[in-house]
């Protein structure tokens, strides 16, 4: 993250933490995890931006195709090349997730109350991915939720520093964080 936003976030120790990111193992439970709580946040009148993920099958020759949602307007698209059977590269299409991240920072005004994003993984290890996005939300004061795996961890902490809190992969901490930075009172047995 640039200087500017880690002396803000300095200034601002005392106040919740904006960019939060579940932690988690693998699997696609966090997709659900991520998915339930869009849907609470949703049915509570949240403002939203972003993208959850989903996992398609393919063929036998070919690993899943990853595809992102819309939070806003349901739009899917795809994030994955295809590589083949016998591939061991990363198969994040880079130039669609340039064009989703253009989209989605497009999509953040003042009336957004919290953007959600699938994943901080290699794309924005290696610098690239959404951070521009998560960039554009903490400096307009808009909560960031997330998800890492352990292997990212501490590039994540890296680029968020002051910003950032790690979460347990655990619905009624993901709430109560929630209800935190957009000091609302959302209920569990609302859901």
């Not at 953007?115 to 521009?132: A, K, P, T, V």
Request: with cysteine.
């Amino acid at each position: 993250m640039n200087r500017e936003l880690a002396t803000d976030a300095a200034k601002q120790s005392s106040e919740p933490k904006l960019f939060a990111a579940i932690s988690f193992d693998g699997g696609s439970e966090i997709d659900q995890l991520i998915e339930e709580t869009i849907q609470l946040l949703k049915m509570n009148g949240i403002r939203l931006a972003g993208y959850q993920l989903h996992e398609m099958s393919q063929n036998a020759n070919c690993c899943s195709s990853l595809h992102l949602e819309s939070i806003s307007n349901g739009k899917i698209s795809r994030i994955s090349q295809e590589l083949g059977s016998g591939s061991s590269g990363c198969r994040l299409d880079p130039a669609a997730l340039a064009n989703l991240t253009n989209v989605v920072c497009s999509e953040l005004t003042p009336q957004t109350q919290m953007l959600i994003l699938n994943r901080f993984g290699r794309g924005e290890s290696d610098g690239q991915g959404f951070r521009i996005a998560i960039e554009k939300a903490i400096g307009m004061g808009i909560p960031v939720l997330s998800a890492v795996r352990q292997e990212y961890v501490e590039s994540w902490r890296d680029f968020c520093g002051e910003y950032g809190i790690r979460i347990p992969s655990r619905f009624p901490s993901i709430i109560s964080w929630c209800n935190e930075v957009l000091g609302s009172d959302i209920k569990l047995e609302n859901y």
